[in-house]
């Protein structure tokens, strides 16, 4: 850590309680409302809130939540039941990104000689419209039933889904496994709790997830092929950039992954940039990948995440 950028242990923890109650409250409301207007709502409501859930787990998974290690992991750990996946199963894919980012194995808006345009477009489609959040979840279950399998070859046809399989490291499996369980028993003792119907249940998580999903690549689409400048900023309501903890200060995130997410807007030197729209950046996505051949090597393949 740099001392310059000091992370800000303590409002850190105060958000994520806030970020927590509100979540929460919101999952219970969905066993109170009838109208389907009133249920839009708490589903806009939950993917705002847990879009900066996120942003704040996504701080833990850095090591950037507070400086107290058993804290910042078990706060991301908190966190991430909501998401609803593993903490270090989220923290190993997420480190490898920073690893692989716009690599061959990581490089979603293209496709190279030998694969197949309509696997790689179905792939990107599947980021832009909720399928990435759905595959994530998913995992749950495999973790929970046999987290060894998430290290089996079924993942061998597709070059990103390899890399990300190969960098899994096994001695978190157990911790993993935990963490599915935790799951499955707080989102289904708060549904029988407060009544709710799995319809509103999912209704609300799943709106999180599309929203997720759909900002996974937005930073990354169309950049340069390099490990660490391929990011860009993007602008959107100051509002919502103060909501989602500076998150789309992405450039500047990935030249220095470490910095907590209140100093992000004052890296300005070279890792600045000019900051795009957010939605026209989503927007430009739906082109599709493209034929490319500019190959750019992972130099990480087959590292272990510690």
Do not use: C
Request: no cysteine; net charge positive; glycine share 8%.
């Amino acid at each position: 850590m740099n001392d310059d950028f000091p992370i800000p242990g303590r409002l850190n923890l105060w958000i994520a309680a806030g970020q927590a109650a509100v979540l929460l409250a919101l999952l219970a409301s969905a066993g109170f409302v009838g109208s389907p207007w009133a249920l839009a709502g708490l589903a806009i409501g939950y993917a705002l809130v847990m879009n900066s859930a996120y942003a704040m787990l996504h701080e833990a998974e850095h090591g950037s939540l507070h400086r107290n290690r058993v804290v910042n992991d078990a706060v991301g750990a908190g966190l991430a039941l909501f998401f609803p996946a593993p903490f270090h199963l989220l923290r190993q894919g997420h480190i490898g990104h920073h690893l692989r980012n716009r690599s061959d194995d990581e490089a979603f808006d293209f496709y190279f000689d030998g694969e197949s345009r309509v696997w790689k477009t179905l792939q990107l489609y599947g980021i832009l419209s909720g399928f990435f959040y759905l595959a994530v979840v998913l995992g749950n279950a495999i973790a929970l039933v046999h987290p060894a399998g998430l290290k089996a070859k079924w993942g061998d046809f597709d070059r990103p889904t390899k890399a990300l399989l190969d960098s899994l490291n096994p001695k978190y499996f157990r911790l993993i496994r935990l963490e599915a369980l935790a799951v499955f028993v707080l989102h289904g003792g708060w549904m029988a709790l407060w009544r709710v119907p799995a319809s509103h249940y999912f209704i609300l998580l799943g709106s999180f997830g599309l929203l997720w999903s759909a900002l996974q690549y937005v930073h990354h689409f169309g950049t340069e092929r390099d490990v660490l400048k391929g990011a860009r900023n993007l602008r959107t309501w100051r509002w919502l950039d103060a909501l989602w903890l500076n998150h789309n200060w992405h450039r500047n995130h990935h030249a220095r992954p470490t910095v907590p997410w209140v100093h992000l807007p004052e890296i300005t030197d070279e890792a600045d940039g000019e900051r795009g729209r957010l939605l026209a950046a989503y927007l430009r996505m739906w082109r599709g990948p493209r034929h490319t051949d500019e190959r750019v090597e992972n130099h990480h393949a087959g590292k272990i995440i510690r």
